[in-house]
């Protein structure tokens, strides 16, 4: 069975902080690795990961994978309230199943 | 424009009763996928479909059916024989190699 795990469940921060999510995997024929934002509804895409090594990066957020150890970290820095959300990971494997973690849920206070 | 619509918003279910659950897109994706979301949990994987009349159980199928007569449609039915189906249902669709792509949501409610 494909699993994935994101830590930590939960964080508060406050405004201008630095944070690291993490998201480790077992999963059968890696495809990609992608994050999303979820604030109400649909979660918003944010980075699709399919290379080692290789930083994907998006105003104050950035990711990378490694395919070897099976993890990825999502970092964003001098965060603001907006960045308030539960973020996802899913990892895409054999015959396009797309499995996702628990979710880091994110709150940042002023 | 595209996208993925789900359809209705809110249901309520009575006991016992099986309900219908509607998903489309005009994106043209191979791939769809049926998600539960409870509150403050993740996503999990209940249906996917990899391509038309084609389907697999995801990690909690148990009470849940689908079809995928046309590649646009993605039904999933919540029978009776799912004992606590009160949660948010998101569906999604994607290609091979690219980001999947989200509905706004179906929020299903047992009275």
């Known amino acids: 069975e494909d699993k994935v795990v994101q830590s930590p469940l939960s964080l508060v921060v406050h405004e201008g902080d630095t944070v690291t999510l993490n998201c480790s995997y077992e999963?059968?024929?890696?495809?990609?690795l992608l994050w999303y934002k979820q604030e109400k509804k649909a979660p918003t895409f944010l980075f699709m990961l399919?290379?080692?090594?290789i930083e994907k990066k998006s105003g104050r957020l950035s990711s990378i994978l490694d395919k070897k150890e099976l993890f990825s970290i999502l970092n964003i820095t001098a965060t603001q309230t907006g960045d308030s959300a539960v973020y996802l990971c899913?990892?895409?494997?054999?015959?396009?199943?797309?499995?996702f973690g628990t979710g880091t849920r994110l709150q940042v206070t002023l | 424009d595209g996208g993925i619509t789900q359809s209705p918003k809110y249901l309520f279910r009575k006991e016992g009763q099986n309900v219908t659950l509607s998903c489309e897109q005009n994106?043209?994706?191979?791939?769809m996928y049926w998600y539960r979301q409870d509150p403050g949990q993740g996503l999990r994987l209940i249906y996917y479909?990899?391509?038309?009349?084609?389907?697999q159980k995801g990690d909690i199928a148990e009470g849940y059916s689908v079809s995928r007569e046309k590649k646009e449609s993605f039904p999933l039915t919540v029978t009776s024989a799912q004992k606590n189906p009160t949660a948010f249902y998101l569906c999604?669709?994607?290609?091979?190699?690219?980001?999947?792509?989200f509905g706004q949501g179906t929020r299903l409610t047992v009275v």
């Open positions: 999963v059968t024929n890696f495809r990609s």
């Open positions: 399919t290379s080692s090594g």
């Open positions: 479909s990899q391509i038309v009349n084609d389907f």
């Open positions: 999604a669709s994607r290609d091979r190699n690219t980001e999947a792509f």
């Open positions: 899913a990892v895409a494997g054999t015959a396009s199943k797309l499995t």
């Open positions: 994106l043209n994706h191979d791939a």
